[in-house]
């Protein structure tokens, strides 16, 4: 599966901010999919991931209720809609995808497929 990131830009803190993934190749529905983010001179860290159907999300701690991520089976796409946005939240961030059962959603290894990412800029 190819994975292509975009949304991300430059925005105010306080605002909104929604990122897509659009996936192609292999069936997308049989791919859980997540959100990692990482930021200069830090390590990539887990933000968000979805189920196969969507009906099971996962987030760190201090992205929950800020951060919801979805996905559309039909259109290929997975979003993570980001609000109340923090200077912290300036990172490049990236969709990934897994195929395996055994997928552990927070552990950036447990995924086969990223995309290139999409940087986030929250300043005034």
């Known amino acids: 599966v190819q994975l292509q990131a975009s949304g991300g830009g430059l925005v105010q803190p306080g605002g909104t901010l929604r990122l897509s993934c659009a996936a192609s190749?292999?069936?997308?529905?049989?791919?859980?999919m997540g959100w990692f983010r990482q930021a200069p001179g830090k390590e990539r860290e887990f933000v968000a991931a979805?189920?196969?159907?969507?009906?099971?999300?996962y987030y760190t701690g201090s992205m929950k209720g800020r951060f919801t991520i979805s996905r559309d089976n039909v259109k290929n796409t997975v979003d993570l809609q980001m609000n109340s946005l923090k200077p912290e939240d300036t990172a490049v961030y990236y969709c990934?995808?897994?195929?395996?059962?055994?997928?552990?959603?927070?552990?950036?290894?447990?995924?086969?497929?990223w995309g290139q990412g999409t940087l986030v800029t929250v300043s005034s």
């Open positions: 990934a995808a897994a195929m395996s059962l055994a997928w552990r959603p927070t552990m950036s290894n447990s995924y086969d497929y």
């Open positions: 190749g292999r069936a997308f529905s049989t791919y859980q």
């Open positions: 979805i189920s196969r159907s969507g009906t099971s999300t």
